[in-house]
């Protein structure tokens, strides 16, 4: 996405700091820890993901994900558009901006959200993806740790439901209803944002299903 969420890719991060006076962290210390890791093991998903080359992408970079490396909010389609794959960045372009004003309308923190896109390989048919590379996605998911991923369109639903992550249960098609995916985190599946973006009827039924996003978010514990 673009904006203030765009992924501060940090390089170099080194561990966690040393207390040798034994002096208790306060939870403060314990978070910017948490934060660093996952800036971190972040950084290390991009590179390999730049060093790869078992897809056919040419020159190309992939497009990466953005947002908070700790978000609350996983928002994740199945591949890029043209100004994503220009930018290297995904939900950059139209689909950013309507997902941006579609969460200050839900009164949802842009800051709490990360996005990204199973197939990150800007290849012609996203079916040429190396199939290794695209369930990569479970590694961005354990690293963020969201609350709530929201699925975007089939295409994605069936990448999620074939992730080998601990406890997950298979997610359904029912459109705007929030489901338990994890112990620890919960999944609501929308429409393919990028086939809303010029059809009324299609623009409508994302926002039908988009908007239970605010009321998972208004009754999140603020702790």
Known sequence: MQGPQVLMHRQGQGGFPSN???????????????LERAIRELNSLSRELQACELCPRGQLMPVLGSGHPQADIFMIKYSARPAEVEEGVAFYGRSGNA???????????????????????????????????????????????PKMIVVMGRDALGVVN????????????????????????EALYVPNIDESL??????????????????????LPPY
């Open 20 to 34: 040798p006076r034994d002096v208790p962290a306060t939870d403060d210390e314990i978070r910017e820890k948490y």
């Open 99 to 145: 997902l941006m004003k579609s969460l200050k309308r839900l009164d949802i923190d842009p800051l709490a959200v990360y996005g990204t896109l199973c197939v990150k390989c800007p290849v012609l048919d996203p079916v040429m993806a190396d199939a290794g590379c695209v369930v990569r996605i479970a590694e961005e998911l354990t690293i963020v740790a």
């Open 162 to 185: 074939d992730l080998d992550l601990p406890l997950r249960r298979e997610l359904s098609a029912d459109v705007g209803v929030p489901q338990r995916f994890t112990p620890s985190c």
């Open 198 to 219: 010029d059809d009324e009827s299609a623009k409508r039924a994302f926002w039908s299903a988009f908007r239970a996003l605010g009321q998972w978010w208004s009754e």
